[in-house]
């Protein structure tokens, strides 16, 4: 039983390195992890305009910002990051694309758009969890460094072997 047990955190340890590892290796120049059409959007402060808590873990999808409509929740592109806002106003060109006008009189072109709340998904508080998993020193505590004790837990024991097989000859 004790076996067993360890084995499964060990399974589960695996599958949350490797997964914290892929939401790495998919960041984009803003820091989000991407997938395809699907961005994860960690919610890093609360707004009481919007729907989300801080630590919500949100996943958007692009393709539904064309069915968006006035009152849905715009994510975006900004120069200095992801921001959240909502729609005051929705302009569609046709094939040149589509301008929202969000809070402020600001306006968004359909190249900064990530998605709108149409077409996204929350997980609540499960944006503190990857955030930490993802933060520098998260991961080299979190994974790196337990990986690393594993490795060197391995080694002594191959030592330890081939050293009890000396001494038996």
Request: hydrophobic share 45%; net charge negative; glycine share 8%.
């Amino acid at each position: 039983m004790k076996k067993a047990v360890v084995n499964l955190i060990i399974i589960l340890y695996v599958i949350i390195a490797i997964g914290t590892t892929i939401c790495l290796l998919t960041y984009n120049e803003y820091k989000v992890s991407v997938f395809g059409d699907k961005t994860l959007i960690i919610i890093n402060e609360e707004d009481d305009g919007l729907d989300y808590k801080k630590g919500d873990l949100v996943i958007v999808g692009k393709e539904g910002y064309k069915n968006a409509k006035e009152g849905d929740t715009l994510f975006f592109y900004q120069e200095n990051g992801i921001k959240v806002a909502k729609i005051q106003q929705k302009e569609d060109f046709g094939d040149a694309g589509v301008v929202f006008t969000i809070d402020g009189n600001y306006q968004v072109v359909n190249e900064n758009v990530i998605g709108t709340s149409n077409n996204a998904k929350v997980i609540s508080k499960f944006g503190t969890i990857l955030g930490a998993l993802e933060s520098k020193w998260g991961f080299l505590f979190l994974i790196v460094f337990p990986s690393l004790l594993a490795f060197l837990h391995e080694v002594y024991e191959l030592i330890l072997e081939i050293s009890n097989k000396e001494q038996r000859v």
